[in-house]
């Protein structure tokens, strides 16, 4: 009786040690992800590129196309998985999965599929969200289990892959397929 009630004690000890390590693991995602969105949002200041209020849609055009442009010339080699490293993509994968699984996980599933049918669009990093088509917003309920974002970048959703979108530039700032699953 003794050894078993000694068993048991171990097993909690170690699933709560395990839940314990997980939660570190996720911190040091978020931790990671945040660091380099800072960074993109760093060279982005240090090219000059802001998030200005305009009303003139020329004016506003021509500063979207020069922050395109600045931002291809400081990231030149950029790629999918600079920013959503595969520990990272991890995490959103799972905080995405329960968001969809868990308490009112219907509603954000109906929201996603009563959204703007979009054709399969081939996402590439650095390369502006083709004008042509609308960019689906992301429900509310899922942007509040993923780590919040500065002014100026969004969490986009084509399809099953979640994506980073710098609404001055245009650019898909890098992307994970089969994030919505």
Do not use: C, W
């Not at 693991?25 to 949002?41: H, I, P, T, W």
């Not at 703007?116 to 996402?123: D, G, R, T």
């Amino acid at each position: 009786m003794a050894n078993s009630k000694r068993l048991v004690q171990i097993i909690l000890f170690l699933l709560v040690f395990a839940g314990v390590a997980l939660r570190a693991d996720d911190s040091l995602a978020v931790k990671d992800f945040e660091s380099r969105v800072k960074k993109y949002q760093s060279l982005k200041s240090d090219f000059g590129i802001s998030n200005k209020q305009t009303n003139s849609a020329n004016e506003l055009a021509n500063e979207k196309h020069q922050a395109t442009e600045k931002i291809h010339a400081a990231r030149p080699a950029a790629k999918q998985g600079d920013i959503f490293t595969p520990q990272i993509a991890e995490y959103f994968k799972k905080q995405i999965a329960s968001t969809l699984h868990g308490v009112g996980g219907d509603k954000v599933r109906a929201s996603l599929h009563r959204a703007e049918h979009i054709p399969n669009v081939h996402l590439q990093v650095n390369t502006p969200y083709p004008d042509n088509l609308p960019l689906q917003s992301t429900p509310p309920t899922l942007l509040f289990n993923l780590p919040p974002l500065p002014r100026g970048l969004q969490y986009r959703i084509v399809g099953s892959t979640l994506f980073l979108y710098d609404e001055n530039s245009r650019l898909v700032i890098d992307y994970i397929t089969g994030a919505i699953a």
